[in-house]
């Protein structure tokens, strides 16, 4: 497969995670989108990278993949703390903050 | 004849096959419904409660947990892969140390603050 | 490999990074009040990385790289992590004041995680700092914003900006890759080259799009500003102040490098695309202000009409043909460095506020010089700066981004903050008339500020003197900011961009 071929995968993982973001209100449904999108940047650095042979790429994915856990995992825990004050599962019922 | 066409129709021959052996039971099967033939198979137990009840809470936490030190060791691979290349292995032993020592007193806040009590 | 040489230059993050750790562990192994400890370990650390700073910035004023071309210190950096510095100590006292001894010693370890992350940033010279940096500065502050975890709204605000601000990073994340593919590169100043070498095509422009969107988030710029108003009203006070400052500034720092240095070659399209988010960010942000009645929610706004003010700075920036008195980049420094102050004491005065009458509207302020006379007058000198008017640094910030819009040739724009800034001096002098010209209606405010906590002196002394520090710069720096101005323009002569 070309450079092409990955990036095409990379494009979709990324706009699929996009979408889901936009479209979806469930929240633990967005935070798996979030990921998503990350993966589709981390599918097109690779392949970059190995395109390109050079490692910065590679270890770019490397920092990512561990900042997207970081993220989810304070995401994780702002929606287990949320659940504790307010059963709440779809975005849209988070509306007490209005002008 | 091309080669390829044996894989297309073994895969052909698969899939009608699967969607054949579905559509040929719906159409012929008798349909009698009573309560034990409806509920959920537990190897002989009677099913209890509803097989999509909500997981504790805790379960999240411990998985964010676990996630973040799972993802840390990722980086240890690189280290112990560029151990064996390197003339100045005192200073990238140092990188390491430092970089445990944070996540160790990472681990000490978690423990103390009690994220790893389940009973709380 | 790491340069034992180049570690002497990040002493100042190396400290900040050690208050950061030590107050994570004085959190965990000991119980009991521990306020006084906590404020004393931040102020006792950004203090002596402050010192540092001052002492390890070259003697030529020249920039360094360190760590194989990751980092660079240079008066760029320096000035910011300046500012930043003096925020987090201003934030941790104002903290003090809000949190009891539990949250606050987690308050101001992710104060200091976060300073650690914008003390990078606007030192980054690749784009791998650059997203690890802008991520450290980030996840602790969608904690900052939640850490009233048993307010519904506090932890909606988190949740909130904890989605978009995602959504930003993972944009970053593709527009890096982008970038990086195009260029063969991860270095800002290389990636100009690269750039160069492509001119504006298509693939260019979508890479640089892209990274300009997810910036757009962290700036809070229109169309991508939605969650700043959530977050501020529903943060605790104390986090909205640092958030609404800190974050903003340091994300504006990294986008000016990045559009003077890495997309350099691309200067032409970014003023457009810069002027016309800029136009209508001022518009938006100013205009939706005037409906508020919740006075963070407010400041939330005028944050944003802010962003649009300094991105006009921005967009002049990439006029790389300006004459010889152009003010360009320092502007945007000067302009960053007094918004931090006035808007930081905007909310400091919110608190006061809120601590007398538990509440945050904008009624709560009706008599308030009746009640208190110094926050009223300081929250005076902060709308009237906001505003622009002379002879306060807010005035000499527009003044100062004005001239390089019009060195720029970007007459239109001028014009437009020069009528949104009129527009906006109805909310913020809104707030003056009511702390000054109207009586309280009913003596249940007074009660109310009677039944209120009354913190103890020496904290409620802590908290005037962050009132008193903002207020003072902020008229000082209108009726002396041409040394600020000098300062920004050496910090930017000395810098790579």
Known sequence: ?99 | MPSWVAVVLLFALAFLFAVGSLVGTMALKPRRKYRAKVTAYESGMEPIGDARGRHSIRFYLVAVTFLIFDVELLFFYPWALYFNMIDDRVSLFGVGAVFLAILATAFVYEWRKGALDWNR | MIEPGDLGYVVPELIVLGTALTLLLWAAITRGDRRWMSVSIALAGNGSAALMLFMRTPADGAAVELFAGQLVVDGYSTFFRTLFLLLASLAIVFGAQRFPSAPLIDFAALLQFSLLGMMLLVGAADWATAFIAIETMAIPVYVLVGLTRFRRASLEAAMKYFALGAFASAVLVYGIAWSYGLTGTTSLAETADGIASRGDEPWSLFALGLILVALGFKVAAVPFHAWTPDAYQGAPTPAAAFVSVGPKVAAMALLARVVTLAFEPLAANITVALAVIAAATMILGNLAAIAQSDVKRMLGYSSIAHTGYMLVGVAAVSQTDAGADFVGVPSVLFYGFVYALMTFGAFAVAYVVEAQTDSNDLSAFRGLARRSMLPAAAMAVFMLSLTGVPPLSGFLGKLYILQSAVDAGLGWLAVTLVVTSVVSAFYYLRVVVLMFMEDEDAPAAASAAADAPAASGAVADAHSAVVAVTAGATVAFGIVGGGLLAWAQAAVASSLL
């Open chain 1, 1 to 99: 497969m070309t450079l092409n071929g990955f990036l095409v995968v990379g494009a979709l993982i990324f706009s699929i995670g996009a979408m889901g973001v936009l479209i979806r209100r469930n929240a633990i449904v967005m935070l798996m989108s979030i990921e998503l999108m990350l993966q589709g940047a981390n599918v097109t650095l690779a392949a970059f990278s190995a395109y390109l042979d050079d490692q910065a790429g590679f270890v770019l994915v490397i920092f990512s993949l561990t900042v997207a856990a970081a993220e989810v995992a304070v995401g994780l825990a702002i929606l287990v703390a949320l659940s504790r004050v307010y059963p709440v599962v779809n975005v849209d019922q988070l509306d007490s903050l209005r002008g």
